[in-house]
């Protein structure tokens, strides 16, 4: 007999079942601040944000939203929510006049932080908050990291960067540009100076394709191009330019290529679309934009007529074998299909390494096999005390909410290093709702789209895309959410066994089971031990009840068991939790 596995709920299956909120890195409540928009209120909203990922103003623009693609709307009914332009709707509507936030009582402790991109930014923002005096020391003559010399302005408008890096400021941040560590400023000098240092330099070592010709004039990688055009650095781009990868870099050294006057542009691409490791949106926006995409093709040669500079790149089409670890189908070159396309400059976007070279041998630091400084996963914390790293520093590249996670944590660590004060969770709490609030056409509302710039107006770099969500459409797509943080709660000493509950959900959530049935772990035999003084086995054996119980996955909490329910068994409760990390004042 197949048997139903049911689970007591625990204070993680509730995190489990928000499935955006768990999916997020530093754990966005999400369906909060949805809550919040919906009824307006954008300065709950913003308020909510700023306590869980710092910079709602610029991840509600860029951020690769891991909580969209566990957002239960989209994975039951259709699209999912869009929880990133929301964030950039509460950053763009709260209205208050902030108060300015205030630090904790100043302690006597100094930190110093390795570059001031999001990673180290973040770390900066939860230790000055917790009283320490921070320095960053940044080696452009700008803060930011790739947020001002990566993502392009028309993804990423520079007063949006400059908005969020002044909050950090404010609260007495010293960030100091055009200062690298290395030889003159070092490591070694820094530990003297300062009681912990946070590593956050990032990667911005460009990774090369290792093919003939790749050193040639006209070649230029990734994120030095990306970094070039940000700069506002002299540039020869041409009129035919390739791109190789199909990354974030990749589609930015496109798009950036054609608004800095190329004719055409041309992505090659050596899997297929499904692979691609950039949001639809992008793709879509890119497209509009007339840049090709030449799908399972790679470079082989970089060509030139003169020996100095480049003048086209030879290819070879390619076909998909079997998954590589992460996933992705493996592409396997198919002999006999070169070809050659005429280019000016060949942008190689392929991916990018940290610079590990700063850090001098004495200190002892522990470097693994990958050329990547060795650090402990979960606190940070490098092999030497005080010494801590983290973003892309530590993992090569990965996305802007993860880093921005990596330096909360890591300010936690040095917070526990430097005073030995450890911060416990908050448990969870729940309050009662009244009546459930849903719109009774909220299936049929769909996803909402955000407007763009019409093609035609895309020529400048600074011209920002996407245009956001007006204050009505923000509410309509708030209104799409399922508020999976309000849960139906049970009092099973009220209920009778009617299966009202059973025949009303419109979701056939619930079922109504034989003990024999199901099947579960020790809290469920201890729960059968407590109501019958037998054991699960022994009451299952004599049959001594039914049971009903919930796929909580499949619920759009529209309230209607409440409503059925004769005996008041089935209430409608709000789960709330502080920040998972550090966000109130201390001292
Ligand atoms: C073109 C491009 C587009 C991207 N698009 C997105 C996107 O849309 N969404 C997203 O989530 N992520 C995106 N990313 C990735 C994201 O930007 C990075 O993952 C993130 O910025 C990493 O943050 P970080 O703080 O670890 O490092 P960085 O942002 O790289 O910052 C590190 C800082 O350290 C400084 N530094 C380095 N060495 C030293 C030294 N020796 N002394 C002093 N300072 C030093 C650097 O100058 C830099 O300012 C993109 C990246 C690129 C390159």
């Known amino acids: 007999m197949n048997r139903f596995r049911v689970q007591i709920p625990n204070p993680r299956w509730f995190e489990e079942n928000i499935g955006c909120e ?71 509507f709260e209205t208050h006049a902030r108060q300015k936030e205030t630090a904790a009582k100043k302690k006597d402790k100094k930190v110093a932080v390795i570059g001031a991109g999001p990673s180290g930014l973040s770390a900066a923002n939860d230790l000055a908050r917790l009283g320490y005096s921070v320095t960053i020391y940044e080696s452009f003559p700008i803060a930011g990291g790739m947020l001002n010399v990566g993502i392009p302005p028309y993804r990423l408008p520079r007063q949006v960067v400059e908005r969020a890096i002044e909050e950090v400021r404010q609260l007495g941040v010293e960030i100091l540009t055009g200062a690298p560590i290395g030889k003159e400023l070092n490591l070694e000098s820094l530990r003297k100076k300062y009681d912990a240092v946070y590593i ?72 297929t679309r499904e692979e691609m490791p950039v949001d639809p949106r992008e793709l879509e926006e890119l497209e509009e934009e007339r840049i090709n995409v030449h799908y399972l093709s790679q470079p082989i040669r970089v060509l030139s007529k003169d020996g100095t500079r480049v003048s086209g790149v030879q290819c070879i089409r390619s076909r998909l074998g079997d998954p590589e670890p992460d996933g992705r189908r493996r592409p396997i070159p198919i002999e006999g299909t070169e070809f050659d396309i005429d280019i000016e400059l060949l942008i190689p976007a392929v991916s990018q390494s940290p610079d590990i070279s700063f850090l001098p041998e004495e200190i002892g630091l522990e470097i693994s096999k990958w050329d990547r400084l060795s650090v402990n996963p979960e606190t940070f914390e490098t092999n030497v005390p005080g010494i801590l790293a983290g973003g892309d520093f530590v993992t090569g590249p990965r996305d802007v909410i993860q880093v921005i996670a990596d330096g909360r944590k890591a300010a936690l660590s040095i917070h526990r290093y430097l005073s030995g004060e450890v911060f416990e969770r908050k448990p969870a709490y729940f309050t009662p709702i009244p009546e459930c609030q849903v719109d009774p056409n909220l299936e049929k509302i769909p996803r909402q789209r955000m407007e763009t710039l019409p093609v035609q107006e895309r020529g400048s770099m600074d011209r920002e895309v996407e245009l956001g969500f007006s204050r009505e459409v923000a509410v309509k797509e708030a209104v799409r959410c399922l508020q999976c943080h309000i849960f139906t709660v049970f009092d099973r000493t009220k209920c009778i066994l009617c299966g009202g509950c059973v025949d009303i959900c419109p979701k056939s959530c619930f079922r109504m089971a034989r003990l024999d049935e199901i099947e579960g772990d020790e809290k469920l035999s201890k729960l059968v031990q407590s109501l019958y003084k037998v054991s699960l086995e022994e009451a299952q054996k004599l049959n001594v009840a039914s049971v009903i119980f919930k796929d909580e996955s499949r619920c759009i909490q529209c309230g209607l068991c409440v409503k059925r329910c004769p005996t008041g068994t089935i209430a409608m409760e709000e789960y709330h939790r502080e920040s998972t990390l550090y966000r109130g004042e201390q001292g």
């Open 22 to 92: 768990n999916a997020c890195p530093v754990h966005t409540r999400a369906p909060q601040y949805i809550s919040a928009i919906r009824e307006e209120n954008y300065n709950l909203a913003f308020e909510l944000n700023r306590g869980d990922n710092l910079f709602p103003v610029i991840l509600g623009r860029i951020c690769v939203h891991p909580c969209e693609k566990k957002c239960r709307r989209g994975l039951l009914i259709d699209l999912p929510i869009s929880i990133c332009s929301l964030k950039r709707a509460c950053a763009e």
């Open 200 to 271: 956050a330099a990032g990667a911005h070592k460009a990774e090369k394709l290792g093919i003939s010709g790749e050193d040639l004039q006209g070649v230029i990688h990734g994120v030095t191009f990306m970094r070039m055009v940000n700069l506002k650095q002299e540039l020869k781009i041409g009129q035919r330019v390739a791109v190789v990868g199909g990354g974030n870099t990749a589609m930015d050294a496109a798009r950036s290529s054609l608004r800095l006057g190329a004719k055409e542009v041309f992505i090659l691409y050596r899997r």
